[in-house]
C-alpha cells in the first residue's frame, strides 16, 4: 500500500508491502527491509536493514507524533493525491493557535484590514498572543468576542483576501 | 509551634515536592484544586483536598479568602505557599497570621520590604551590600541626570517589576524619553503602577544567587550558590551550581554578603540574595526572593540538604542545627525546565493532553512533576510542566548525564521545549561554561529545529499505519479477555483515536 504524509508543507509518499514476517519499505528512491516489534502499544523496535532503531508513537486523528533518538516529530497523515501547493495556499479562515481567554478585538466583521493587523489578543497562561491578519483584506467574519474562552483549532476569523 | 496538618496553597510539581516533605515528616497534607486541576497528581496526593472551583487565578490559587476558609475548616495550622502565585504577598502572610495559621516563610514585613525593589536596594547599600549603580527615586537629580552620572548602557526597569515586565535598555540620552515613556505604559498596565527606576547595564552579567536558610532565634547560614545565566526574556530556563565563574574567594565575598543581606532584614525561613556578576568579577546586590526558588533542588543535590524540611522546621521553631562550616557542595548539578511550548513559534505555549510520557531514570536523575499521562494541559497557568534535575561528579559529567536525560524523555501530544534545551546543552558555549544572561539571545535568537523527516520516522508511521488499516492479518493480535463488549471483539480494528 502507499500512505502519505505532510511535513512543513513538504509531501512524503511511502510505499509498504509485507515480504514474509519482515516489511518491504520504500521511500524516496530508497528501499528498506524492516523487522518490526510493537514491544508495547506505541513502542516500536525496528531493525532496518539490520540496524536496529527504537521509537515510539502517539496518534491524534491524521496527527502523527514520533519520538526517535531524542528527537520529536510532528507531521500529518494525508489522502492520496493530496499537493504540497494545497498547504501552502493562503488560508480564507484563521485558527486559534492556542487556547484561553480573548482579551481584546481589534476588528469588526466586514472591516478592511492591513497585512499585520491585530485581529484577536488572546491571553494564556499569563502571555498575551496576537492573532494579526495574514494578508490584507477584508474580515467576513469575527468568531469571538471579549472575554469568551477560545479553544486551540477553533475558528477565529473567516478573511477575504483583497486581489 | 508544632506543625500538625499543612495546606499547601500551590499546585502542579511544587505542590506535590511539598506534600513528599510533609509526608516524610509525618505531616498531615491538605490540597487545594481548581476544576482543571482536579486530576492532578497533588491532588491525588494530598491526604485531604478542597475544590477552589473557577480556574482563573484570581478565583482560585490567588483568592485569599477561599484558601484561609478551607485551612481553618481543614484544621490546618500552616499554610505552605510555593513560589509564584502568593509565596510573595506580605498581606496573604498577614492574613494567616491574623487567623492563627503559620505562613511558612518570612514575616509579612520582611516580604513587604524586600517586594519594593527600590527599598529593597536602598536598604541593602545602606547596610553595605554592593549595588548595582544606580537611581531610585530618593536622589534629587533628573532622570537625564541620572543616566549621565551612571553612564550608559542603562537598564529602564518597573519598581514593582518582574517578569521583564517594563524593562528597557537605553543606550543613549536620545533614546531615553521615548523608553521611559514605554516603560510606564508597560509598568502601569501590568502592575498598575508605573514607578520606575535605572540602573547600569551589564553587558555580559551572569546571574549567581546565594540560598538561605536563617531560622526565628537569629542563625543564618547560606547552602553556597546558584547560576542562572540561562534566561529567556528573564525567565531562568537552565540553572546549575556551582558556578564556574566564581572561585572560593569570590564564593565566600559573596556568601558573606549574602548573610549580610539577611541579617540586616532579620530574615527568617528559606530566601534567595540574587547578584549580578560582571566579567571583572564585581558583584551587585540585584533582589531577594522571599520564597522557596523553583531551583531549590540543585542545591539539595550539591549539599544534601532538603530545603523544605527545613522552611518547615523554622516555622515550627526550630533552631536550624546546621553548622556554615559543615555545609559543603559536592560534585554539580543541573536544572532544566520543561514547558509546555513552542520554541519554533515564538515559545507560544502549547496546551493539549499528554498522551505518552516515559521518563529517563537512573542514577542520580531527579524528575519534579506534577503531571502525568492522560493530564490535560490548560491555558490558566505557568506552562512549566517539569523539571528535569541532574548530578554528576562534575559540570561535564552533569551535563553528559543532562543530555542523555533529555534525550530519552518522551512527551509525545504536547508540543515541549525538549529539543530546545539539547540544543542548548549541546552548544559549544555551554559546554565551555562561556553563559551569560543574553546566552539564549545570542545563540538562539530565531532557533529552528529546521528538519526534514528522516526515513526511520517516515517507517515507523508507515508500519503503524499499515498494522491499524486492517489490511495486514496476523499481526497485533491482542488477546482479550474480555467478553462481547470488548472493542476488540465487536468492531475489528478499532482505535482510541479513530
Known sequence: MELHYEHQGKLYPVRITRDGEAFSIGVGDKSFRVESKETKPGYFAL??????????????????????????????????????ADFDK?????????????????AVDNDIV?????????????????????????????NFKLGDQVDIGELLVQMEKTE | MEITKILVANRGEIAVRIMTACQEMGILTVGVYS??????????????????????????????????????????NAIHPGYGFLSENADFARVCAKAGIKFIGPTPEVIHGMGDKIEAKRTMRDAGVPVIPGYTGEEKETLQEACQRIGFPVLIKASAGGGGKGMKIVRSMEELDEAVASARREAKSSFGYDELLLEKYLPKPRHIEFQILADEHGKIIHLFERECAIQRRHQKVVEET??????????????????????????TNAGTVEFMLDAERNFYFLEMNTRLQVEHAITEMTTGIDIVKW??????????TLEQEKVTQRGHAIECRIYAEDPEKNFMPSTGTLQTVELPTGVNI?????????YKISPYYDPMMAKLIVYGEDRKDA????EWALSNYIALGITTNIPFLRAIVKHPAFVNGDIDTHFIETYFGSWSSAKTLPSEVLIAAAIDDMKHSGVVEGMGDEKTEHETASPWTTVGRWRIDS
Request: net charge neutral.
Open chain 2, 311 to 320: 522552611q518547615i522546621k523554622i516555622a515550627s521553631g526550630e533552631p536550624l
Open chain 1, 90 to 106: 493562503l488560508p480564507s479562515s484563521i485558527t486559534s493557535p492556542i487556547s484561553g481567554k480573548v482579551t481584546a478585538v481589534g
Open chain 2, 399 to 402: 551535563s553528559r548525564k543532562l
Open chain 2, 366 to 374: 531527579r524528575h519534579d512533576t506534577g503531571i502525568s499521562q492522560g
Open chain 2, 35 to 76: 476544576d482543571v486541576d482536579a486530576k492532578s497528581p497533588h491532588v491525588e496526593m494530598a491526604d485531604e483536598t478542597f475544590p477552589l472551583g473557577d480556574p482563573t487565578p484570581s478565583a482560585s490559587y490567588l483568592n485569599m479568602d477561599k484558601l484561609i476558609d478551607i485551612a481553618l475548616k481543614s484544621g490546618a
Open chain 1, 47 to 84: 531493525t532496518i536493514d539490520g540496524k536496529v532503531t527504537k521509537c515510539n508513537i502517539a496518534t491524534e486523528g491524521n496527527q502523527r507524533h514520533i519520538f526517535i533518538n531524542g528527537d520529536v516529530y510532528r507531521f500529518n497523515r494525508v489522502e492520496a493525491g493530496a499537493r504540497p
Open chain 1, 114 to 142: 492591513e497585512a499585520g493587523q491585530v485581529l484577536i489578543t488572546i491571553e494564556a497562561m499569563k502571555m498575551e498572543y496576537q492573532i494579526k491578519a495574514p494578508y490584507a483584506g477584508k474580515v467576513e467574519k469575527i
Open chain 2, 242 to 267: 556551582p558556578s564556574i565563574a566564581i572561585d572560593d574567594e569570590l564564593r565566600e565575598k559573596m556568601g558573606r554578603a549574602a548573610i549580610l543581606a539577611a541579617k540586616t532584614i532579620d530574615y
